[in-house]
């Protein structure tokens, strides 16, 4: 089993520790030979394919497309779109590939030394000769893998956040970009790239087969932090909880907003934020949230535990849904919260441990206390799939 402390070739020879001590946010790493034998799983007409699809987010660049500079459209496009375009100079990119390519999906799995709730998606991008988003920055940490063809990446340091952008076109991109000393290289299929947050990068294909996977995470704003949690832990509160004075003094000006006004506020704001239990309540369900609302199906019709019982014992596997997430937080010694897809339950620590990792579900987990209750209420939700409740009479 690899650890924290085993060397991995994907990060260059380093632990898990020193690759997060040393790079995760502050420094970017390029790795070359990361994954040599990863065999891309799409060519780039699946991914032109998948581009045509509803309910799939994607998106055409276009250095000089038919309206203007750096023209960015947004899918489902059709075939006419790609036959339009030129030899050279424009990407492909297609959002959310790991939920709908479980080969791509597949290649998370050489990313558990991260929490998995940090992870956003896997983008992938096609380009040909020239192809390019200009130079940017993204506020995420990525590893952009080179699937196959060559890609030139030119880094260009930390960017300030009010960094210039050029004006008046669809795409974010900057207005000054140096190139930094040693940050300039041709990748090859299997090598990767880690950036942190905020640093200013600018890849061009090389080859008219130049694919790139970037596996992103995310981070909620402090705005989104702020507004999240007081939103829930304000529902929680009660309407009898209210700005209370009992303590008042008559006022030196009736219409000043004097310093006992504002502390008795500060109070009731830092009672209801310092709360680490509800913190945690509202962080799961806040980290959980699927990408897309949409692609969550909720069952018609409740799950009968019982007949799901069955269904497994006779052999059944459930697995988590596409998109689907998942996390857990003990609240004892041996129960826990197990969050999914923004919704929280309570059961039995090792079954939300064991649930929230994505490996097929089977009998095995019926060991655990009310496990099919449990179950079929992840089914119910959308969160689990591939187990019919009819599958028990077959
Ligand atoms: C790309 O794959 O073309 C762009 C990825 C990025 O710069 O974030
Ligand atoms: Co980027």
């Known amino acids: ?9 994907l990060l260059g020879g380093l632990t898990p520790a020193e690759f997060l ?26 991914l032109a394919g998948l581009a045509c699809e509803d309910g799939i987010e994607s998106r055409l660049v276009e250095e000089q497309g038919p309206d203007k500079a750096w023209q960015v459209s947004h899918g489902p496009f059709d075939e006419s779109t790609f036959a339009r375009l030129p030899e050279s100079g424009w990407s492909l990119l297609v959002q959310a590939v790991d ?7 597949e290649l998370l799995g050489a990313f558990d030394f991260l929490p998995s ?31 196959s063809g060559q890609r030139r990446w030119q880094l260009g340091g930390k960017v300030e956040d009010d960094a210039a ?5 669809d795409l974010r991109i900057l207005e000054r970009f140096e190139v930094e000393a040693d940050s300039d290289w041709v990748l090859e299929p299997g090598d990767m790239l880690y950036l942190p947050p905020g640093w200013a990068h600018h890849g061009v294909s090389q080859s008219d087969d130049c694919m790139t996977f970037s596996v992103g995470f995310r981070a909620p704003s402090g705005d989104e932090i702020v507004t999240g949690f007081a939103d829930y832990v304000g529902e929680q509160m009660g309407d009898s909880r209210r700005y209370a004075d009992d303590d008042l003094q008559p006022p030196s000006h009736p219409t000043e907003l004097d310093d006992g006004a ?10 209801a934020i310092d709360r680490p239990d509800q913190i945690a309540q509202w962080f799961g369900r806040a980290m959980t949230q699927p990408k897309y609302l949409d692609q969550l199906v909720a069952a018609e019709t409740p799950t009968d535990p019982g007949t799901l019982r069955q269904a497994l014992e ?28 923004g919704d929280a339950l ?17 009998a095995s987990v019926l060991v655990w206390p009310e496990a099919e209750r449990v179950l079929a209420a992840l089914l119910d939700a959308g969160s689990l799939s591939g187990l019919e409740p009819d599958d028990a009479d077959s």
């Open 21 to 46: 001590a040393r790079h995760w946010q502050k420094s970017p790493l390029l790795i070359r030979g990361a994954l040599p034998d990863f065999d891309s799983p799409l060519e780039p007409d699946d």
């Open 99 to 105: 939920h709908y390519v479980p080969e791509v999906a």
């Open 346 to 362: 309570v059961c039995d620590a090792a079954l939300a441990k064991r649930l929230a990792t994505d490996s097929p579900i089977d």
């Open 165 to 169: 952008i050029i004006p008046g076109i």
């Open 1 to 9: 089993m690899t650890t924290a402390h085993s060397p991995r070739a």
């Open 262 to 271: 504002i502390e008795r506020v500060r109070q009731l704001l830092l009672e």
């Open 314 to 341: 006779a052999g059944g596997e459930l697995h988590h849904s596409p998109g689907s997430r998942f996390a857990w937080r003990n609240l004892d010694d041996t129960r826990a919260t197990l969050f999914a897809d």
């Open 117 to 147: 709730w940090r992870l956003d998606d896997i983008m992938v991008s096609y380009a040909p000769p020239g192809g390019s988003v200009g130079p940017h920055v993204d506020q995420y940490d990525v590893f952009l893998l080179q699937t």
